[in-house]
T-cell receptor, first 114, second 109 residues
Framework: DAGVIQSPRHEVTEMGQEVTLRCKPISGHDYLFWYRQTMMRGLELLIYFNNNVPIDDSGMPEDRFSAKMPNASFSTLKIQPSEPRDSAVYFC????????????FGPGTRLTVT | QKEVEQNSGPLSVPEGAIASLNCTYS??????FFWYRQYSGKSPELIMS????GDKEDGRFTAQLNKASQYVSLLIRDSQPSDSATYLCAVLSGYALNFGKGTSLLVTP
């Protein structure tokens, strides 16, 4: 079975531009998580969804960040406008209720904002 | 703030030795604990989960949990150079995972 799929794998953009990151969770999983990883702060949870509904977005750093999950197989994380301090690796992960909360990560998107 | 603490390392062990990785956490209500391995430039990969006090073994890996001491550890027996990676401890709070910043392990031939 395919794992979590993310696109793009690398994104380089200029400050002020809009960035959209995409994620396809493992088929059948009902929880989806967005994380950000930096050397300074480690791996931080940004937001998570259950059955396509946002449950906790307290980790979203600012209003410039938004996330949607229009259906069970697709989610987006958007940054508008982007800033250099948003440079990080963004991971998507998914899990299934009753599976012991074991989360499986996608390959990540490395974002560089110049 | 629910903290998960790990020694950043690097922890260097010779090939064939036992590597011991430690983690402490602050949320006494946590019931589920995980170890992830992350190679440089790659995503975290789940290697162990543990939910009850005591030891859980899977191949060369043993996870140990002591909820009273709020302590989780990972032992890697017969360490191999391919085990060189960063090991992340994660603690479940509600449905969210709180991660430590990881311990870098280097296994030298």
């Amino acid at each position: 079975d395919a794992g979590v799929i993310q696109s793009p794998r690398h994104e380089v953009t200029e400050m002020g531009q809009e960035v959209t990151l995409r994620c396809k969770p493992i088929s059948g999983h009902d929880y989806l998580f967005w994380y950000r990883q930096t050397m300074m702060r480690g791996l931080e949870l940004l937001i998570y969804f259950n059955n396509n509904v946002p449950i906790d977005d307290s980790g979203m750093p600012e209003d410039r960040f938004s996330a949607k999950m229009p259906n069970a197989s697709f989610s987006t994380l958007k940054i508008q406008p982007s800033e250099p301090r948003d440079s990080a690796v963004y991971f998507c992960a998914s899990t299934l209720t009753g599976a012991g909360h074991e989360q499986y990560f996608g390959p990540g998107t490395r974002l560089t904002v110049t | 703030q629910k903290e998960v603490e790990q020694n950043s390392g690097p922890l260097s062990v010779p090939e064939g030795a036992i590597a011991s990785l430690n983690c402490t956490y602050s949320d006494r209500g946590s019931q589920s604990f995980f170890w992830y391995r992350q190679y440089s430039g790659k995503s975290p990969e789940l290697i162990m989960s543990i939910y009850s006090n005591g030891d859980k073994e899977d191949g060369r890996f043993t996870a140990q949990l002591n909820k009273a001491s709020q302590y989780v550890s990972l032992l890697i027996r017969d360490s191999q150079p391919s085990d060189s990676a960063t090991y992340l401890c994660a603690v479940l709070s509600g449905y969210a995972l709180n991660f430590g910043k990881g311990t870098s392990l280097l296994v030298t031939p």
